[in-house]
C-alpha cells in the first residue's frame, strides 16, 4: 500500500538548462553518460562537446574541431558560414560527428571518447547547400543518412533526402531519394535538421519546421527509411512563454525514461537550451512538455523534476578566467581560424595578445576578436588590459560583437594614451561614440554591463580603487548571423605598421545575475507494506 501522507523530496530542474548560445542542440547517452554538440558556425575552435550525468547540469568537455578544414577560405571572417546543425551518435564502439557546412559539403569525425581526440574531418558528400546530416545504423548493419537544404546556396529548402551509406561512413552509396516535401504538407515552411531514428521496426524522423524564431517540432514515421512518411506535429509554443521550442535530440536515460532537448530563439541570447519529458502512446507516437487535452501538439514545460535517479550536479560551462592554465579555456573562440602569433602567453594570471597589422577598422571583420557567448541573464565582464611597446594608432578593448558591434577601449597616440570607442555594423566604416579622453598611462580596466533587454553599457576606470566612469552612450545588443551576441576582447594595428609590442590581459571576470538553482518539491513516497 502507499502511505501518501509520508513524502520526500525530488530536485526539480528550471529551463533554459543551458542559459546561453548552444544552437542545434544533438545528444547520446553512452554507459550512463550524456553527450551534446552544437553547431558553432564561423567560431573556432568548433563543434564544443559537452558532458552531463543528468541531461540538466552540463560542464565543457572540450571541442572536435580545432579549426576549419578549409584553412585559406576560413582565415578570413565568414560570418554564417562554417559548422550548421550537427549530428551525434554512438555506433560500433566509437563516437561520430557528422556536420554539414553549406558551402562545401557534409564532414564525418569519430573518436574513441567523446572528450577526443578526433579524427581529421572526412569530407563525406561535397556540394553547396546540404545541410543538417544525421545518420542512422540498422539492425542488419546497412547504414543510411538523411539531410536538408540550404535555399541561401542552392535555392531549395523545405525538403529532406536520404541516401544509403557504406557502414564506415566513407561514402555515399545513391544520388538520394527525395522523402519529404514540406510544400506538400499544409503550413509547412523550412522543413530541416532531421534527425534519424529507429523504434519498433518504425523508421522515424524527427524534425522542426516554421522557422527558427517561431517553428514547432515534428515527428514523421515510416516502415521503410525511403518512406512514405506519416507526420504529426508534437511540440509547439501554444500558451507557453517559450518560442519556436524545436530542433533537438530524442535521449533515453539507463532507466528507459525519454527525454528531448531542443533549443529556443531569444535574439542576441542565441538560441537556448530546454529538456522535455517525453513518452510514447498508445497509438504508437511520442509525446513532449505538458501534453494537451485534445491530442495535439505538447507545450515545453518550465520546471520538471530531474530524471530519475539523478540529482544536481555543481557544474556549468566557464565563463570566467583566471588566466592560470597554459592554454585558452574551452569558453574562448575566435572569428577564424587562428594563428600562433595572435596569442603569445597564456597562464600565470594573465595572457598575451599581439597586435596584428591587419586592421579592417570594422571588428566584424577581425580575425583575432577572442570571444565567448553572452551569457542568457543580466551580466557583467570585466578585464584589465595593458599596452606595451605597440605601434602608434594601436587600439585595444573589450567589445559586444553581434551583426551590430561597440567597443570601448583605448588606443595608442602619438602622444600618449587615449579613451577610445566606436560601433559598426556592416561596411568598412565605423562611428566613434565617445569623447578621446586622455589616459595617464597604458592600462585600463574595462566592463561590459547587460541588462535583461538586452542593452549594454560600458565602464573603465585606470586603477582598481578609482570610481568607475560610464560614458554617457549604451547600446542595443543584437544577434550575429546565426548566433547570439557575444562578449569580447580584441587588439589590433593600423595596416602598413611594423608588428611588435604586446597587450597584456588580466584575468576575465564574468558575473551573472541569480541564477534559478534547482529546487525541490515535495511528493508522495511509496512504503512497502
Given amino acids: 500500500m502507499t502511505n501518501m501522507g509520508n513524502r520526500h523530496r525530488i530536485p526539480v530542474y528550471n529551463n533554459p538548462i543551458l542559459n546561453g548560445d548552444w544552437p542545434d542542440p ?86 574513441e571518447q567523446a572528450e577526443g581526440p578526433w579524427s581529421a574531418p572526412h569530407l563525406l558528400y561535397a556540394g553547396r547547400g546540404l545541410i543538417d546530416p544525421c545518420p542512422l545504423w540498422d539492425e542488419d548493419g546497412t547504414a543510411y543518412l538523411v539531410h536538408g537544404w540550404a535555399k541561401s546556396r542552392i535555392g531549395v529548402k523545405n525538403r529532406l533526402t536520404v541516401h544509403r551509406m557504406s557502414p564506415d561512413a566513407s561514402r555515399l552509396l545513391d544520388h538520394g531519394t527525395h522523402v519529404i516535401n514540406g510544400e506538400e504538407l499544409p503550413g509547412f ?41 506519416e507526420e504529426r506535429r508534437v511540440l509547439g509554443q501554444g500558451d507557453s512563454p517559450v518560442n519556436g521550442p524545436h530542433q533537438g535530440a530524442w535521449v533515453t536515460t539507463p532507466d528507459g525514461e525519454d527525454w528531448f532537448l531542443h533549443f529556443q530563439d531569444r535574439g542576441a541570447y542565441g538560441r537556448v537550451v530546454h529538456l522535455q519529458p517525453m513518452g510514447w502512446g498508445e497509438d504508437g507516437w511520442p509525446w513532449m512538455g505538458k501534453t494537451a487535452d485534445d491530442g495535439g501538439p505538447g507545450t515545453p514545460v518550465l520546471s520538471h523534476p530531474y530524471p530519475v535517479g539523478t540529482s544536481p550536479e555543481d557544474v556549468a560551462p566557464p565563463s570566467s578566467d583566471t588566466f592560470t592554465s597554459p592554454g585558452l579555456r574551452p ?65 585595444a578593448g573589450v567589445v559586444v560583437l553581434g551583426q551590430r558591434y561597440a567597443w570601448l577601449g583605448m588606443v595608442r597616440t602619438e602622444d600618449g594614451y587615449v579613451l577610445g570607442s566606436g560601433t559598426g555594423s556592416e561596411g568598412p566604416h565605423e562611428q566613434q561614440m565617445g569623447r578621446a579622453v586622455a589616459l595617464p598611462g597604458p592600462s585600463i580596466e574595462l566592463q561590459i554591463r547587460t541588462d535583461e533587454t538586452p542593452r549594454a553599457t560600458f565602464a573603465w576606470r585606470v ?29 589590433a594595428s593600423p595596416l602598413g605598421s611594423r608588428e611588435h609590442g604586446s597587450v597584456r590581459v588580466g584575468p576575465v571576470r564574468v558575473d551573472t545575475a541569480p541564477v534559478r538553482r534547482a529546487t525541490t518539491q515535495r511528493i508522495a513516497a511509496p512504503v512497502s507494506p
Wanted: aromatic content about 14%; charged content about 15%; proline content about 10%.
Fill in 331 to 395: 569558453q574562448w573562440h575566435w572569428q577564424a581560424n587562428p594563428r600562433d602569433e595572435w596569442l603569445s602567453t597564456c597562464g600565470g594570471g594573465h595572457l598575451i595578445l599581439r597586435p596584428q597589422a591587419n586592421d579592417p577598422i570594422n571588428l566584424r571583420e577581425l580575425p583575432n576578436v577572442l570571444a565567448q557567448i553572452l551569457p542568457g541573464e543580466p551580466s557583467t565582464f570585466t578585464t584589465t588590459l595593458e599596452l606595451d611597446d605597440v605601434p602608434v594608432g594601436t587600439r
Fill in 189 to 229: 515552411t523550412t522543413l530541416e535538421g532531421p534527425k534519424f531514428y529507429k523504434r519498433d521496426g518504425w523508421y522515424w524522423i524527427f524534425a522542426p519546421a516554421g522557422g527558427v524564431a517561431t517553428g514547432w517540432q515534428s515527428v514523421f514515421r515510416s516502415r521503410s527509411p525511403f518512406g512514405p512518411y
Fill in 26 to 111: 544533438d545528444a547520446v547517452q553512452v554507459e550512463g553518460i550524456y553527450y551534446l554538440i552544437a553547431s558553432s558556425f564561423n567560431r573556432v575552435p568548433g563543434l564544443p562537446v559537452l558532458r552531463s550525468s543528468n541531461l540538466v547540469d552540463w560542464e565543457h568537455a572540450g571541442h572536435a574541431l580545432p579549426e576549419l578544414p578549409q584553412t585559406n577560405h576560413y582565415s578570413l571572417v565568414r560570418h554564417g558560414s562554417g559548422v550548421w546543425a550537427p549530428a551525434l551518435r554512438h555506433h560500433d564502439g566509437k563516437f561520430w560527428i557528422f556536420y554539414p557546412d553549406p558551402d562545401h559539403g557534409i564532414f564525418v569525425l569519430s573518436a
Fill in 463 to 491: 586603477g582598481p580603487t578609482d570610481p568607475w566612469q560610464i560614458p554617457i552612450w549604451d547600446f542595443d545588443v543584437v544577434e550575429g548571423r546565426w548566433i547570439g551576441a557575444e562578449l569580447g576582447i580584441f587588439t
